[in-house]
Antibody, heavy 121, light 110 residues
Framework: EEKLVESGGGLVKPGGSLRLSCVGS????????MNWVRQAPGKGLEWVSS????????YYADSVKGRFTISRDNAKKTLYLEMHNLRVEDTAIYYC??????????????WGQGTLVTVSS | QSILTQPPSVSAAPGQRVTISCSGS????????VSWYQQFPGTAPKFLIY???KRASGIPDRFSGSKSGTSATLGITGLQTGDEADYYC???????????FGGGTKVTVL
């Protein structure tokens, strides 16, 4: 069974940092681009960041550029999101999503269950 | 507001058909494939349609996708109570080099 499992969410104060992880199983992790998508409470989906299968191309939403860093370890089948200088508006469920192919422009065909990040004082 | 525009809600009676529009521009829908996602409350989004009109694995043929110019449409025929969910369109924007989603459309079965 193909699966993505996120972890690392929690409660953090404004200005704080957090590192999210997403472990893939049941598929060839190194063959697919990977992404982070978030959803604030009661709101729609917001794309956060993407990277290609080899990490050769990385993209960020303007709202997180300079504060968040996406990376992957294909040997560990793990995707990461380092989040710094967190703001209240970063509060959301963060989903890890697999691209249907190696490049960033493929659709997201597999999603994790999400991990909740709450930024509050 | 979202770069892709969807109606906030649509509704129809069981067995009827609904369509959800997704309007974009020449830098996103106009030149890239559109995909659609279904999300039930409290759960992760689910892959529904890709490359404008191809159904993901296990998706019934009651769901269909189409595209014309800078707009895409998701259609659901034979509407069932189990189809009540939020639906999102998405695509890559080649000018901004970002992935964009529509604001989402809530489907209600009357």
């Amino acid at each position: 069974e193909e699966k993505l499992v996120e972890s690392g969410g929690g409660l953090v104060k404004p200005g704080g940092s957090l590192r999210l992880s997403c472990v893939g199983s049941g598929f060839s992790f190194s063959s697919n681009g990977m992404n982070w998508v978030r959803q604030a409470p009661g709101k729609g989906l917001e794309w956060v960041s993407s990277l290609t299968s080899s990490s050769s191309h990385i993209y960020y939403a303007d709202s997180v550029k300079g504060r968040f860093t996406i990376s992957r370890d294909n040997a560990k089948k793990t995707l990461y999101l380092e989040m710094h200088n967190l703001r209240v508006e970063d509060t959301a469920i963060y989903y890890c999503a697999r691209s249907r192919g190696a490049a960033n422009w493929y659709p997201f065909d597999q999603w994790g269950q999400g991990t909740l990040v709450t930024v509050s004082s | 507001q979202s770069i892709l525009t969807q109606p906030p809600s649509v509704s129809a009676a069981p067995g009827q058909r609904v369509t959800i529009s997704c309007s974009g521009s020449t830098s996103n829908i106009g030149i890239n494939y559109v995909s659609w996602y279904q999300q039930f409350p409290g759960t992760a989004p689910k892959f529904l349609i890709y490359e404008d009109n191809k159904r993901a694995s296990g998706i019934p043929d009651r769901f269909s996708g189409s595209k014309s110019g800078t707009s895409a449409t998701l259609g659901i025929t034979g509407l069932q109570t189990g189809d009540e969910a939020d639906y999102y369109c998405g695509t890559w924007d080649s000018s901004l080099s970002i992935w964009v989603f529509g604001g989402g459309t809530k489907v209600t079965v009357l």
